[in-house]
Structure formats: structure tokens, C-alpha cells
């Protein structure tokens, strides 16, 4: 089942994917061939940098390549706008020409938008959006980031998204652009030991509901057809080790999956659970909201009547036993309710009847998944529809 997956991360062109507990000899490798003269690393806290062990790792890499790195830590788990600013600031005093990010998606977000706003020179919040910087600069060769995840679940070391909190709206925004995706992946699932329970469960089903709605997006299926096999295993990784990630062999397949979620969305995106889990920032960890909302969506993208989302269905029948697609959901439905503490939407502090309005409303201020989703919602019918599918779960 592994050996599967790592060949398919092996042949993802992208983004060069390198997993295994010797993958940092390719970073190695990589910065010894390019003699940077500065070097940024960012990372976040304590936990993620030192207790991962990712830091000792690093330390012997710089040792051996001759290199003292300029580091950023404390990456907040909801970056916002100030935080990329201030590591704008960073960069315009040590003018690197190498970034390493170190963390958790957060983490990873963070370094890639803030290098995108130094080398455009544009502030963060006017690269919200879809391919601004790529439009705006459409000559100019872009340095990426290099990505090391102490997680295993937002594939944010592959993906061109970024998400960043923009505290005045109290919102969370995207940015879309393939001049964030990541040069270099660093996989190895020993970093991943230090996650605790909450957050590994959190992360893996982030990395199952980028799978599954990848599967669904049946409308961006020529960009990758393979990626309908990513997905499939991605899925089949998770369900089989989440309820034994205590075991090594478990997280190097939930770190295998998230990669290769990470690998789906970049080609197919996510669609209305991602969009609307932009609005339960701060009140539930973003892999618990996004797998709360995936199966509301999911049936409304059913009743729908197109016969390719059951088809698309369907093909998890051997995953989340089922005859028919509503048994397919409700068999997800089942699992994530036996490893998350959140059984349902309505057990979410907060998730009331206007929890629904500002999500309802949000919605249209993030319009590009509406369009893009497998059920397409028109901007000027959004809220009503949005808050309906909703209103259910109260």
C-alpha cells in the first residue's frame, strides 16, 4: 500500500517530492549546489521545530554546507496579514535567496505568501486572490520556497495556495498562484511523531477531505487524470491508519496521503466545505471543520442530479462500505466520528444559527470555489443556498 503511494509521489513533476528518513541529504544536496548567500529558515513554535526534530537535523546540514541561516520562528497556527508583514520585514534585511519553511501548514503558508509579497513587492493583501502576481509580472522567474512539514495533512508543500487570516474581516483569505508552489519537499514522517493525538486526527482528515473533494471535482478532471488514483489511495491510507497512527509504519502512510491530497487539489481544487471552513477560524481546528462540513456539501452536490458525482461516488464503495452513495456518506460520516472529538456540526462551540449567517455571508467574499465547485453556485444565490445546506445541521 506504501510502496504504491511513494511511486506516485516519486513521479510528481511539480514539485520534487523526496520521502524517507534520508531526504535530508537531498536538501543537502540542493544547498550545497546553489552557495546561497543568505539563508532564511521559518518556522513556528517550540514543538514543531525542536520537539519534531527537524532542528537537529538542520543543524547538521548547516554544519556540514558551511551555512548560518537567518531564522524567523513563532508562526502563529492562524498567520495573518501582520505575520506575513513582519516577515516581509525580515527579508528586506537579509535578502534571501533561500527559504526554508519548517512546520506545519500554517508554517508553510506563511513563508510562501511572504516570499511572493517581497519578490513582487506587493503588500499581502492585494495577492488575494487567483494568479495576481503571475498576471501582474508575467516575465519575471520566481525563487520558491523549500518545504519541510512537521504535519501530515494540508499538503501545503506541494500546493499553489496560501491561506492567510485577515483579522480586519475577521476572514480567512487565499491566495492562488503557481509561483507559490513549493520547489522542494522534504518528507519524513519521524517529524511527524510529535503531533498529539488531536492534531494528527485534525490533519489526516484535512488530508481526507482534500481527497475527496478532489474525487468529486469531476469538472477539473482532464488537468490530471491520474489524479483520481492519488485521491483513491490518499483515501485508502487514511481510513486504514488514522486508528493506529501511534505505530511508525501508520504515520509514514498518513504522511504518504497527505502528500498526496496536497498532490490532488493542486491540479483539482477543493470547493464549498473548504470555502466555508475560511469562516471557523479560531473555533475549531481546520481539518475537524472541513471534515464537519464535508457531508452536507457532498449531498447537496447529489441532489443535484448529475450523474458524475455518483459515479465519483461510487468509486469509494470499497473504501466507506455502501450500496448506493447516500450509504457511501454516511459510512465516511461513521468514521469520522469515531476518531474526531467533533461527531457533528452542532457540537462545534459556537455553531448556532448565526454561526450560519456569517458563513453564508463570508461565502461570496471567496467566490472563485463557487464556480469551480462540482455543483456550481451562482454568486447572487450563494447565501440563501449556502445557509439552507447549513441551517440543517443546527
Keep these: 500500500m506504501l510502496a504504491i ?60 554546507s558551511g551555512i548560518t541561516p537567518q531564522i524567523f520562528s513563532g508562526v502563529p497556527a492562524e498567520p495573518d496579514t501582520n505575520t506575513i508583514r513582519s516577515i516581509v520585514e525580515t527579508m528586506n534585511a537579509v535578502s534571501p535567496d533561500f527559504v526554508i519553511a519548517v512546520g506545519g501548514g500554517s508554517v508553510l503558508d506563511a513563508a510562501k505568501a511572504a516570499y511572493l509579497s517581497w519578490q513582487t ?23 520558491r520556497v523549500i518545504c519541510i512539514p512537521t504535519t501530515s495533512g494540508t499538503g501545503s508543500e506541494i500546493t499553489p495556495y496560501s491561506n492567510i487570516v485577515c483579522r480586519e474581516k475577521n476572514l480567512k483569505y487565499i491566495i492562488v498562484d503557481k509561483q507559490i508552489v513549493p520547489a522542494l519537499a522534504i518528507l519524513v514522517p519521524q517529524l511527524t511523531y510529535s503531533m498529539d493525538n488531536a492534531l494528527t486526527v485534525s490533519t489526516a482528515l484535512d488530508a481526507m477531505t482534500h481527497s475527496i473533494e478532489s474525487l468529486l471535482n469531476f469538472r477539473a478532471k482532464d488537468a490530471a487524470p491520474e489524479a483520481e488514483s492519488w485521491a483513491l489511495k490518499s483515501i485508502e491510507l487514511i481510513k486504514h491508519a488514522l486508528p493506529c497512527a501511534e505505530q511508525p509504519e501508520a504515520r509514514s502512510m498518513l504522511a504518504a496521503a497527505a502528500a498526496l491530497g ?17 469562516s471557523m477560524w479560531g473555533k475549531v481546528p481546520h481539518g475537524f471543520a472541513v471534515a464537519l462540513l464535508l457531508p452536507h456539501f ?23 462500505n455502501g450500496e448506493t452513495p447516500e ?22 462551540d459556537g455553531f448556532d444559527s448565526e454561526m ?33 445546506i447549513l441551517r440543517k445541521a443546527i
Aim: aromatic fraction near 8%; include cysteine; charge should be neutral.
Design 5 to 64: 503511494a511513494k511511486k506516485m509521489l516519486e513521479s510528481y513533476s511539480p514539485t520534487e517530492i523526496v520521502f524517507g528518513e534520508n531526504a535530508f541529504d537531498r536538501l543537502e544536496q540542493e544547498v550545497c549546489s546553489r552557495t546561497p548567500k543568505s539563508v532564511l529558515l521559518i518556522c513556528g513554535g517550540r514543538n514543531s521545530f525542536l520537539g519534531s526534530g527537524a532542528a537537529e537535523r538542520l543543524a547538521a546540514v548547516w554544519q556540514r
Design 327 to 348: 450509504d457511501i456518506i454516511r459510512s465516511c460520516e461513521h468514521f469520522i466520528a469515531e476518531v474526531s472529538p467533533f461527531q457533528k456540526l452542532s457540537k462545534v
Design 356 to 388: 450560519v449567517e456569517k458563513i453564508a455571508a463570508d461565502a461570496v467574499l471567496n467566490p472563485v470555489k463557487l464556480q469551480t465547485a462540482p455543483r456550481p453556485v451562482a454568486l447572487n444565490d450563494a447565501k440563501e443556498i449556502i445557509y439552507e
Design 121 to 143: 513587492e506587493m503588500d499581502i493583501v492585494d495577492l488575494f486572490g487567483a494568479n495576481v502576481a503571475s498576471e501582474k509580472f508575467p516575465q519575471k522567474t520566481f525563487q
Design 262 to 278: 496536497g498532490m490532488c487539489i493542486a491540479c483539482r481544487p477543493t470547493a464549498l466545505p473548504h470555502l466555508c471552513s475560511y
Design 298 to 320: 457532498w449531498r447537496y452536490y447529489l441532489e443535484g442530479g448529475l450523474p458524475e458525482i455518483v459515479k465519483q461516488t461510487m468509486k469509494l464503495r470499497a473504501i466507506f
